[in-house]
């Protein structure tokens, strides 16, 4: 499969104004998002624990997370987002993508929406 970006925005849950925008990596393969810690830290959103998280090549790494409102393909809802490196690409994670009841068709790289969100 090849690579599929999405506008994405982050808020902090009840913030009004101050968002982080930008274009994020799909990745079915990642549990959480992730997002440059100094724009999560500059839009007021704060570290509320730590985790680590095994990365692409392997390896295991420890990240701090925070809670965000993500927004997407005129979808909301709200996650986990892992505090990455200023210089990471920006990734939503599949958790997001499911709750918002959005699916990666792998056939032709798109995202759709499910016609209903499975609560069995």
């Known amino acids: ?4 970006r999405i506008e994405v925005a982050l808020k902090r849950p009840g913030a009004s104004r101050r968002s982080y925008r930008s274009e994020f990596l799909v990745d079915t393969g ?5 997002a440059p810690a100094s724009q999560l830290r500059s839009i007021g959103i704060k570290p509320i624990g730590e985790r680590a998280y095994e990365l692409a090549d392997g390896t295991r790494q420890k990240f701090q997370f925070g809670l965000a409102e993500i927004r997407f393909m005129n979808e909301i809802t709200a996650g986990r987002v892992i505090f990455g490196p200023d210089d990471v690409e920006p990734i939503l994670g599949v958790t997001a993508l499911e709750s918002a009841g959005i699916t990666v068709d792998p056939a032709n790289q798109t995202l759709r929406r499910l016609p209903a969100i499975p609560l069995k």
């Not at 499969?1 to 599929?4: I, N, S």
């Not at 990642?30 to 992730?34: G, I």
């Open 30 to 34: 990642a549990t959480d998002s992730m």
């Open 1 to 4: 499969m090849g690579l599929t």
